[in-house]
């Protein structure tokens, strides 16, 4: 593996059993993706990008294949995916998935339950303003408009210093300007913060901004393109 | 956190909250009264001064015991009995009071010194148609010393007011054995007799032993031997065992929907690197919390109806409040919530982050 490689997986396969069918999400993926690289992964519904994300992020287990992240091999018989999740991989989903019953600062605090409280909520509050929402800290996701919850998650992915954060169609869910307003944040963090990002989307002109656009299609790579040096 | 998870569906929550409550105060309230009647049984007995009660075999209410006079005479000579004070008891209706407590009483034995004289005097051994009352009954008969009282259809002349602290004797009168005896047709025979000893264990043994017909308990062990208060303590068992059950399976339903509401959220925990155990703690501290919020509510029910009940009870009964019972009712929802939210927690903590994430 590449010294800055953050990202391998070997021969990935994904196959999923529903009653008798089989379905091969995943036919045999080599993703790779170095530090600081953004990502973009397209392909038509059922090529297996969400399914490529999740088992990047060990959100589940690939049949046959290995994903290699930071140089840990994550599905080891030893490796605490938990664990692995919280202190490497920064989610953002197409729905932004806060708890309604917290406010702004509290959902951004989630992940960082092993830090002291001050130091966490002192964390957090930066994290809110490095997304755009100082203001908006004690509101609750009832409060704020799509695209604001959808920073709020950005922040949260953020928290603990993740090495890559995922993200599934995190504009999916929102209008033509907020999404715009989402996209060029996380390019804003990865330019000026170094952030390495793989981001499934269906937007062709998101997918266009980003440094990378790889092809899916029927779980395989159709090809990959290379939009700026990476 | 947790309080604010709990009253998302604050009528479901308030719901289920009620019902724990009910519950408990149901569970209080049987409690109470069952140790108020224990206690009473132990005032009765134990604080009368007698180490031993000595009374009819297979009895199951004192009030129904009938021993002999002649093998009463016959335990004072056994080794081990120091003194010993008979006791003739009933309970008649007189004026308002349905529940008039009589004693018959020898003067000069230890038994009748509980009942102190607050005016008038106190009973002599040749008295005849003469009553003691005791304070609570003679504000309730509106009689004092001086007045004449029917009692068992005679008339009788109180010649003194008493207070023993006992609610139930404080309620009635008492009189000599004699006169007991005669009015209740029973010439011969007493209810109970109080034994003073120095081993009660041993004495007891060899009164049993020597008089086959006598049942001789340590006074302290009177109550829990008592049927009425063995019955009362079994279905006040069976409904505590049944409302832990009710109140665990409400708890359980209530947070079975709770995880079920919030499946995609418990997803999205666990993307974040929430453990199991983190996601199972979170659950049983709701579940918990819950419970005790109903604790609260029912402690206070149950303190309200046995109040109540005191004021509406024909029989004058003492209710003794204690701390223990908070914390024993915070122990039952403390075990309702522990119950209750094991299985709705094992539910959330066995969800796949994925399939919880792609939950509708």
């Not at chain 1, 989610?91 to 917290?102: E, K, R, S």
């Not at chain 1, 966490?120 to 930066?126: F, G, L, N």
């Not at chain 2, 995609?264 to 974040?272: F, Q, S, T, W």
Request: net charge neutral.
């Amino acid at each position: 593996m590449e010294e800055d490689m953050i990202v391998e997986t070997r021969n990935l396969v994904k196959v999923y059993k529903m009653d008798s069918i089989e379905v091969r999400a995943l036919n045999g993926v080599n993703l790779h993706v170095h530090k600081g690289e953004f990502v973009s992964i397209m392909g038509p519904s059922g090529s297996g990008k969400s399914t490529l994300l999740h088992l990047v992020g060990g959100l589940d287990r690939p049949t046959e294949g290995e994903v290699i992240i930071d140089g840990e091999d994550i599905f080891h018989e030893k490796m605490n995916l938990d664990d692995f999740r919280n202190r490497k991989i920064g989610f953002i989903f197409q729905l932004h998935n806060l708890i309604p019953t917290l406010t702004a600062l509290e959902n951004v605090e989630i992940p960082a339950f092993k830090m002291p409280r001050n130091e966490r909520r002192k964390k957090a509050e930066e994290m809110l303003s490095l997304v755009g929402l100082g203001d908006r800290m004690h509101h609750k996701p009832t409060q704020l408009s799509g695209g604001q919850r959808q920073r709020v998650a950005i922040a949260r992915a953020l928290m603990n210093d993740p090495s890559i954060i995922l993200a599934d169609e995190p504009t999916g869910e929102l209008d033509s300007k907020s999404g715009a307003e989402i996209i060029e944040l996380l390019l804003s963090l990865n330019r000026d913060y170094g952030k390495t990002f793989v981001m499934v989307t269906h937007n062709p002109e998101n997918a266009a901004k980003t440094d990378r656009i790889i092809y899916l299609r029927d779980g395989l790579f159709e090809r990959d393109e290379h939009l700026k040096r990476g | 956190m947790t309080l604010r998870n709990l009253f998302r569906r604050k009528t479901r929550s308030i719901l289920t909250i009620a019902g724990i409550a009910v519950g408990i105060g149901l569970v209080m309230t049987l409690l109470m009264v069952s140790s108020a009647l224990m206690s009473t049984y132990q005032g009765m007995f134990e604080k009368g001064g007698s180490d031993i009660t000595v009374y009819q075999k297979n009895t199951s209410d004192l009030i129904l015991s009938q021993i002999d006079e002649d093998d009463v005479e016959a335990m004072r000579k056994i080794e081990g009995v120091d003194k010993i004070a008979s006791v003739v008891a009933a309970i008649e209706k007189v004026g308002d009071m349905p529940y008039f407590f009589v004693l018959g009483l020898n003067p000069g034995e230890f038994e009748i010194e509980r009942y102190k004289i607050i005016s008038g005097r106190g009973l002599a051994r040749n008295d005849s148609r003469k009553i003691l009352l005791g304070k609570s009954a003679s504000e309730d008969l509106k009689m004092s010393v001086g007045d004449k009282v029917q009692v068992f259809g005679n008339e009788y002349e109180i010649v003194g007011v008493y207070e023993s602290g006992l609610p139930w004797f404080d309620g009635g009168g008492v009189t000599t054995i004699q006169d007991a005896q005669r009015a209740l047709g029973t010439e011969g025979k007493v209810s109970w007799v109080g034994v003073k000893t120095r081993d009660p264990d041993v004495t007891a043994k060899k009164i049993n032993r020597r008089i086959p017909s006598f049942e001789a308990v340590r006074s302290s062990d009177v109550s829990s031997k008592q049927t009425d208060a063995q019955m009362l303590s079994s279905i006040a068992n069976f409904i505590i065992f049944v409302a832990l059950i009710v109140g665990g399976i409400a708890v359980m339903n209530t947070m079975v929907m709770s995880v079920v509401e919030r499946t995609r959220e418990i997803g999205v925990l666990r993307a974040l690197g929430w453990g199991k155990g983190r996601v199972v703690s979170m659950i049983m501290k709701e579940s918990v919390f819950l419970s005790l919020i109903g604790a609260v509510f029912g402690s206070l029910l149950g303190y309200g109806t046995v109040r109540f009940v005191q004021v509406v009870s024909p029989v004058p009964l003492v209710f003794p409040f204690s701390f223990s019972f908070l914390i024993y009712a915070l122990t039952i929802a403390l075990t309702l919530g522990l119950i209750g939210g094991l299985y709705p927690a094992y539910r959330a903590s066995q969800l796949s982050p994925i399939e919880a994430l792609r939950y509708e």
